[in-house]
């Protein structure tokens, strides 16, 4: 009979030499198996203990959005009215087309917003889970990532309000000028617009993903920079893909920033020796 193997017996090197190169190891072995005394909050905790603690900054996580989303739907009607902005001047009305859809689109409206303004609390939650299982070194690049990821996210929602929203939406209003009126669901709108911003805000994260791709040293900047052709068509795809309109004004306009930000991360990881 063969005796069963005891994977515990089984040397880290040896079970993670596919890591390695060489006998030296990779920026990739590094980061999932730092040495002992980088960690300097490393403390003993069982399963339990880690559940527990994951069970409790869930639940804050979830009482912040819950009482953010209270907040906006005490606000919802002048959210909505920010909301249509985009659009009123171009002589667009909208309709309640069915019992109670204006309500359920407060709580659409509402839900969106609180999970947005939520969203630093749960952001501070994830970071204080996983900081104590982190690097000094880990640590320091932990604040840039952090700070310019919701730099980023912000920046695409308000891009996509300010930019991208008017423009797919007045070329609907232009199209159909002198044909129809425009006479708009309020519920499939703001199913459009919100799905535009947050989809636009997630999006920006392209560079936040090139730089931690980076610094665990999966792909270098030079890899980045050499595949530029297959980028522009994947930026073009993934535009069609987050717009939820169908026009190429808006698909446009969504796939230069994200070239932009994909060179310029690329070059980011660059400066940073990778």
């Known amino acids: ?33 730092p040495d002992k005394e980088l960690l300097p909050d490393d403390k003993e905790m069982s399963i339990f203990d880690h559940l527990e603690e994951l069970r409790q900054r869930i639940f804050v996580s979830v009482l912040a959005v819950g009482a953010a989303i209270l907040g906006c739907f005490a ?31 407060t709580l659409k409206v509402s839900g969106y917003c609180g999970l947005l303004l939520g969203s630093p609390v749960i952001l501070y939650e994830i970071i204080a889970f996983v900081l104590p299982g982190l690097t000094r070194a880990e640590r320091r690049f932990l604040g840039p990532i952090v700070l310019g990821s ?20 007045n070329f609907f209003v232009n199209y159909a000028e002198g044909v129809v009126e425009s006479l708009w669901s309020i519920d499939q709108y703001f199913e459009f617009v919100l799905v535009l911003m947050f989809s636009t805000g997630l999006s920006f994260q392209v560079p936040v993903i090139q730089l931690l791709l980076g610094q665990v040293g999966l792909v270098t900047s030079d890899q980045m920079l050499s595949i530029w052709r297959y ?8 535009a069609a893909v987050l717009t939820p309109s169908t026009d190429p004004v ?12 994909y060179f310029g991360g690329a070059w980011m990881v660059k400066l940073t020796g990778r």
């Open 231 to 238: 980028v522009v068509v994947g930026a073009v795809i993934a």
């Open 150 to 169: 919701s730099v980023l996210f912000y920046a695409g929602i308000a891009f996509s309000y300010w930019v991208l929203t008017p423009a797919a939406l």
């Open 250 to 261: 808006t698909q446009m306009l969504l796939a230069a920033p994200l070239l932009g930000l």
């Open 1 to 33: 009979m063969i005796e069963n193997l005891d994977v515990t017996d089984i040397p880290r090197d040896e079970t993670l030499e596919n890591l390695n190169q060489d006998g030296v190891e990779s920026p990739l072995y590094n980061f999932l198996y």
């Open 75 to 105: 606000y919802s009607k002048e959210l909505i009215m920010f909301l249509e902005a985009p659009v009123k001047s171009e002589g667009v009305r909208f309709l309640q087309l069915a019992p109670g859809e204006f309500f359920f689109t």
